[in-house]
């Protein structure tokens, strides 16, 4: 099992992302608050886990988190203001939701813009060592996978039902062939081209 706790001098919120490196969609963020009673073999970095685990552990991860909250960037505001800085956004927007009081937050990655005045300390691979951080990772990609389902009724052609965004071989040659769709994101290049994908 994942270790539960950073520190345990405050409350502690874990935050992690997702959709960081899609082509197209919001990136993702969640925010999760577990008890120091949560006790969870299976919960782990989001991509160590099948689509069935994520489905049967995000009920669980929002029946027991003392506080969680699940927020968005769209692409739009991504193009404006980079991918990290939106994912930082992300994650602030998650942590402005959470209905209870923290004082210690950690952040999956090595890079994080601080949150009012509250410490944190960034964890490379954190989603694979604390719960919290695992949890929001669970959180994030659900949330956006089933954004990404619904969206795809709207752009077919572009098979996000499989790819969620991603820069797939069949995605990136759906762009070429078709050009963008409204949820693109315009700032990003397709890096075996080295050519922008608009």
């Known amino acids: ?66 506080a969680f909250a699940v927020a968005s960037v769209d692409n739009q505001k991504i193009d404006e203001i980079n991918i990290l800085n939106a994912s930082f956004l992300a994650m602030h927007k998650a942590l402005d939701k959470l209905n209870t009081a923290f004082g210690f937050l950690i952040i999956d990655g090595n890079r994080f813009k601080p949150y009012k005045n509250i410490p944190h300390q960034t964890i490379i691979e954190g989603d694979g060592k604390y719960l919290s951080i695992a949890a929001a990772s669970v959180l994030a990609k659900t949330y956006r996978d089933e954004y990404m389902e619904a969206v795809h009724a709207q752009f077919p052609e572009y098979g996000w039902l499989q790819n969620k965004g991603y820069a ?17 994101r315009k700032s990003f290049v397709l890096k075996e081209t080295q050519m922008k994908i608009w």
């Open 1 to 66: 099992m994942l270790s539960l706790f950073y520190q345990t001098k405050f409350t502690e919120a874990g935050c992690d992302e997702a959709g960081r490196g899609c082509l197209a969609g919001p990136v993702y963020a969640a925010a999760v608050i577990l008890p120091p009673t949560f006790k969870n073999t299976l919960l782990n970095d989001s991509k160590k886990l099948t689509r069935k685990q994520r489905d049967e552990l995000r009920p669980v991860i929002e029946k027991e988190a003392v």
């Open 168 to 184: 797939t071989a069949a995605h990136r040659k759906a762009i070429l062939e078709l050009g963008h769709s409204p949820l693109h």
